[in-house]
Nanobody, 113 residues
Framework: QVQLVESGGGLVQPGGSLRLSCVASERIFTILYWYRQAPGKQRELVASITRGGTTNYADSVKGRFTISRDNAKNTAYLQMNSLKPEDTAVYSC?????????WGRGTQVTVSS
C-alpha cells in the first residue's frame, strides 16, 4: 500500500520555526507537493519540488519556507521560518506514486502566542 506520512507539526510562537517531514512508502519519481488547509478555507498549494530539485512556492511563503527532498530516503521536507498566525493550518504532502494520487493525513501547525 502506497502511503505518505507527515510529521513535525506543533504549536509555535509567531516568528518561530518548524520543519515538517513527509516520508513515502515507495520511491517518488514525480513532483512532490506540500498543501495546507486552514479551518473554513480552501486547500492551498504551498510549495512543490521536482525529483531534480526544482522548486516553486506560493507568494505567501516565499522567502520564509524552503522545500527539499532526499530521494535516497524517500523523504521530503518543508522548513518553515518566520511563522505567522496566518500560517496556521493542516499541512499535507501529495505525490503521484506508482500511478496513485497519494495524500498523507496531514500534520497540524498552529502559530500562536
Amino acid at each position: 500500500q502506497v502511503q505518505l506520512v507527515e510529521s513535525g507539526g506543533g504549536l509555535v510562537q509567531p516568528g518561530g520555526s518548524l520543519r515538517l517531514s513527509c516520508v513515502a512508502s515507495e520511491r517518488i519519481f514525480t513532483i512532490l507537493y506540500w498543501y495546507r488547509q486552514a479551518p473554513g478555507k480552501q486547500r492551498e498549494l504551498v510549495a512543490s519540488i521536482t525529483r531534480g530539485g526544482t522548486t516553486n512556492y506560493a507568494d505567501s511563503v516565499k522567502g520564509r519556507f524552503t522545500i527539499s527532498r532526499d530521494n535516497a530516503k524517500n523523504t521530503a521536507y518543508l522548513q518553515m521560518n518566520s511563522l505567522k498566525p496566518e500560517d496556521t493550518a493542516v499541512y499535507s504532502c501529495n505525490a503521484l506514486i506508482l500511478g496513485y494520487d497519494t495524500w498523507g493525513r496531514g500534520t497540524q501547525v498552529t502559530v500562536s502566542s
